[in-house]
């Protein structure tokens, strides 16, 4: 059996960003307005500055808006709620993002329940969880959808495959099930309590990994053939002694038995920001009530 296609996400994610910036200029033209994008970053966390500058820099070049906000780590819960009422009260800002994770003494849940759930661009708000399970349309979270966008780049319809994701959290495990669900995708969701995790895996035609760990997903635990959607990120020390990235799946396996398979780094990784940028224009059409038309392949 040959090696897997290797989905291109940083080639996809620049063609989502392309049709973005199309959108955006029509916008301008036609409405006299370009979508704007807040980020908020509380603290100096280095992974989250670099992830911040990288957005900032992307909102940029499509032509939007974009604002930083960068508050010390000291900043009270109250300020930034503050901040957060602002932000939704400004007509020239459609999407706000405030950067996970936040200080220990700042309730995340209370700041992203602050965010007018139609400026909520990561689609963590309850009103957008809710949405998004009873099939409404909403704002839904940038790496599953970006993550789905991938795997209908191989195969456009979905429909009837056995998909398993495993990983529960609120941002990505269950929000990329109930995305599959929509696409009439038999859907397991998988977690650390789950029994014969092997077994479950080589059932999937469509297998997500978001574990966090790094390649942990093996080769013989993949069914030939398989779709794989690999959205871990994680740093690790090469045989080389110098840094770098790898996902939750183990690569150099898993390429010998699936059919297709996003690598790390240039997977899912670079989906993430384009589809951020995605959900502020969607967002800005809604907030001017025009008609959010659907692009990309979610
Ligand atoms: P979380 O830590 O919130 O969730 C991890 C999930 O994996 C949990 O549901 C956990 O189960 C499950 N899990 C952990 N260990 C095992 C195990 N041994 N067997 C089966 N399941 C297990 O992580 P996130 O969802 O936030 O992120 C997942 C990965 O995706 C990370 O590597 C992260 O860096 C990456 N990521 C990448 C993004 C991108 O832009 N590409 C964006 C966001 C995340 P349980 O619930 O039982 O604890």
């Not at 901040?83 to 936040?102: F, K, W």
């Not at 013989?220 to 080389?240: C, F, L």
């Not at 059919?259 to 502020?280: E, H, Q």
Request: hydrophobic share 45%.
């Amino acid at each position: 059996m040959s090696d897997a296609r290797i989905i291109d996400g940083k080639a996809i994610a620049a063609q989502v960003r392309a049709e973005v910036g199309g959108h955006v200029a029509n916008l301008k033209r036609d409405h006299g307005f370009v979508p704007g994008l807040a980020v908020v970053l509380v603290g100096e966390d280095p992974a989250s500055k670099v992830y911040v500058k990288n957005k900032a820099l992307q909102t940029v070049e499509v032509g939007m808006k974009s604002v930083e906000h960068k508050l010390p780590a000291e900043t009270s819960e109250a300020a930034l709620l503050e901040l957060v009422g602002a932000l939704n009260r400004d007509a020239t800002i459609h999407g706000i993002l405030v950067q996970m994770p936040l200080p220990k003494h700042i309730d995340s849940l209370k700041v992203i329940e602050a965010i007018d759930p139609m400026k909520d661009v990561d689609g963590f708000h309850a009103v957008n969880v809710g949405r998004l399970s009873i099939g409404e349309r909403c704002l839904v979270p940038c790496t599953p959808t970006g993550s789905l966008i991938l795997a209908k780049t191989v195969m456009p319809s979905l429909k009837g495959l056995d998909a398993v994701v495993i990983g529960r959290s609120n941002i990505v495990g269950k929000p990329m099930a109930q995305l599959l669900i929509k696409e009439d995708c038999t859907v397991t969701i998988a977690h650390s309590r789950t029994r014969d995790l092997e077994a479950v895996c080589r059932r999937a035609d469509l297998l997500v990994a978001a574990v966090g760990r790094p390649e942990f997903v093996k080769g013989s635990w993949i069914k030939p053939g398989a779709i794989v959607i690999d959205v871990g990120i994680n740093r690790i020390t090469g045989a080389d002694g110098k840094g770098k990235l790898v996902g939750d799946v183990d690569f150099a396996e898993a390429v010998k038995v699936a059919g297709s398979i996003t690598p790390v780094p240039g997977g899912v990784g670079p989906m993430t920001i384009a589809c951020l940028l995605k959900n502020t224009l969607e967002a800005a059409q809604m907030q001017h009530g025009l008609e959010v038309k659907s692009f990309g392949q979610a």
